[in-house]
C-alpha cells in the first residue's frame, strides 16, 4: 500500500485533484500541495475545508516550491513523506518532477506532455522525445510512472484499450472526439492555460493515418459530429498528446484527435496569430522591454479558474472505434458526458477541469491499492482500463458506450 500524495500546481485542475484526493483521504492519507505561490495552495486547501470534503480527519498542507528544481521537489517528497505525486503544474515541470520521483523512488503522475518553454510542436511521437528515455530509469527504480492520466490524454486512453478488450476484433479507427458544449459567458477565454493552450494550436496538427505521421494546418480539417447530449457540433482535426502514444500501440490504425471550436474562437485566434500576438518568441517595446507576446495575452485574458461560477452546459468527449468484431464490420462509441454546473456546485472548479482532475485521483487510488502499482512507466492504454473505468463511474465520471445494442452505461461491478 502506497499512502501520502504530493498535488503539484495550482490551478483549475489542481483545485479538483485537492477536492477529490479529500474525498478519498482515508485511502490516499496525508495530502500535501505544494506551487510557486502558495497563498494559491493555501487558498485551495481553504476551499476543501469549506465544503467538508475531508473524508477523514487528516493533514492537508500548502508548500511553496519551484517545481523546475528537481532537488527542492524530491527534498519535499522527503519532508512530506508523500509515495504518490500527482503533477498536474504546467507541462514545463514534467521532467524536474519525474526525475525527483525516481531519485525518491515514489509513484508520479501527470496529465500532459512535457514541453519546453522555447520549442513547439516537435517532431513526433513527442512521448520519445522526453518521457519515454526515462523508461528504464523508471523500471531500474521500481518507480510506477504513469503518463497522460487525465482525460485527454487518459481516459480516452483506456477507451481505446477497453475497445480493444471488449468491443472489437481488430481495430482500424480510433477517433478520439472531444466537445465543450458549455458557455463561460466571456467574451473571449480559454479553458485551461492560456498559453498552453495556444501552443497547442500554433504548431503542425500530426494525425497517425496510413501507418505513417500526416501532417496539416490547424482548421484545415473539419467535420460535423453527432453525439449524445450535445448534439450536432463542429470539431476539427487537432494535434494532441494521446495520439502519440496510441499510434504505437495500434501501428495498422488511423489514430486521429478532433476538438471542437465555435467561430467566434477561430475567428479571434486567428486575429491573435496573424499579428503575432501567439509567438513564445521575446520582442522588444519602443520603450526598451523586451516582452514574450504569448504572455502578455495569457497576462489579460481571464484566469480559466474565474470561469467556473458562471459556466453553464456540458462535455462529451469520448472514442469512436472502429474495426471487425466476428469477422464483420462494427464500432462502438465510448464516452462521458459532465456538467459544467454540477462540477461547480461540488468542486468549485468548470467542467473542463473536472474532467482533467479526476482521473489522476482515480489512478492514484488504484497505486494506493496495488491494482496499477505497476514499478514502471506506462501510458495509460498500457494497463488494465476497468479497475480505471470502475473508479471513474464511483468517484464522478461516469462511462457510457453506445454500439449497435444501443446506449447504456459500462459498469464492470
Not at 480516452?156 to 468491443?167: H, I, K, P, T, W
Not at 504572455?295 to 462535455?315: C, I, Q
Request: hydrophobic share 40%; with cysteine.
Amino acid at each position: 500500500m502506497k499512502k501520502n500524495v504530493l498535488i503539484i500546481g495550482a490551478g483549475g485542475v489542481a483545485q479538483v485533484v485537492a477536492h477529490k484526493c479529500a474525498q478519498h483521504n482515508d485511502v490516499l492519507g496525508d495530502l500535501h500541495i505544494a506551487s510557486r505561490t502558495k497563498s494559491k495552495c493555501d487558498d485551495i486547501i481553504a476551499s476543501v475545508r469549506e465544503k467538508g470534503a475531508m473524508k477523514v480527519a487528516g493533514t492537508f498542507e500548502a508548500h511553496a516550491l519551484d517545481a523546475k528544481d528537481s532537488g527542492a521537489v524530491a527534498d519535499l517528497i522527503r519532508k512530506t513523506g508523500c509515495q504518490i505525486v500527482i503533477n498536474v503544474g504546467t507541462p514545463y515541470v514534467n521532467m524536474s518532477v519525474l526525475d525527483a520521483c525516481i531519485a525518491t523512488g515514489v509513484a508520479y503522475m501527470d496529465t500532459a506532455i512535457h514541453e519546453e518553454p522555447d520549442k513547439i510542436c516537435e517532431t513526433p511521437p513527442w512521448y520519445a522525445n522526453y518521457e519515454w528515455k526515462k523508461r528504464e530509469a523508471c523500471e531500474k527504480a521500481g518507480v510506477t510512472a504513469i503518463l497522460g492520466v487525465g482525460f485527454d490524454p487518459g481516459v480516452v486512453n483506456a477507451y481505446a484499450r477497453l475497445a480493444e478488450d471488449q468491443f472489437l476484433d481488430t481495430i482500424s479507427e480510433i477517433d478520439i472526439v472531444d466537445i465543450n458544449a458549455g458557455s463561460h459567458g466571456k467574451y473571449f477565454a480559454t479553458n485551461f492555460d492560456p498559453e498552453i493552450n495556444f501552443r497547442e494550436f500554433t504548431g503542425t496538427v500530426y494525425s497517425w493515418q496510413g501507418g505513417e505521421w500526416r501532417e496539416n494546418k490547424m482548421f484545415e480539417v473539419g467535420k460535423e459530429w453527432d453525439l449524445p447530449v450535445v448534439g450536432k457540433q463542429k470539431a476539427y482535426m487537432s494535434g494532441h498528446d494521446e495520439v502519440h502514444s496510441l499510434s504505437q500501440r495500434y501501428k495498422d490504425a488511423d489514430v486521429r484527435f478532433w476538438m471542437g471550436f465555435g467561430d467566434h474562437y477561430i475567428n479571434v485566434f486567428t486575429v491573435l496569430k496573424s499579428i503575432g500576438l501567439l509567438s513564445e518568441q521575446p520582442v522588444t517595446t519602443a520603450e526598451g522591454l523586451e516582452v514574450v507576446p504569448l504572455k502578455v495575452v495569457k497576462a489579460v485574458l481571464p484566469d480559466p479558474a474565474s470561469l467556473a461560477p458562471g459556466y453553464t452546459g456540458k462535455t462529451c468527449i469520448g472514442d469512436l472505434v472502429k474495426g471487425t468484431k466476428d469477422g464483420k464490420p462494427a464500432e462502438v462509441f465510448i464516452y462521458n458526458v459532465a456538467d459544467h454546473k454540477e462540477a461547480f456546485n461540488e468542486v468549485g472548479s468548470q467542467g473542463i477541469s473536472y474532467t482533467a482532475g479526476v482521473p489522476p485521483v482515480a489512478a492514484a487510488i488504484l497505486i494506493a491499492n496495488g491494482t496499477w502499482d505497476v514499478k514502471k512507466m506506462a501510458n495509460v492504454e498500457d494497463l488494465d482500463p476497468k479497475p480505471f473505468i470502475s473508479v471513474l463511474n464511483r468517484i464522478g465520471l461516469p462511462t457510457r458506450v453506445k454500439d449497435a445494442a444501443g446506449d447504456r452505461a459500462v459498469d464492470f461491478g
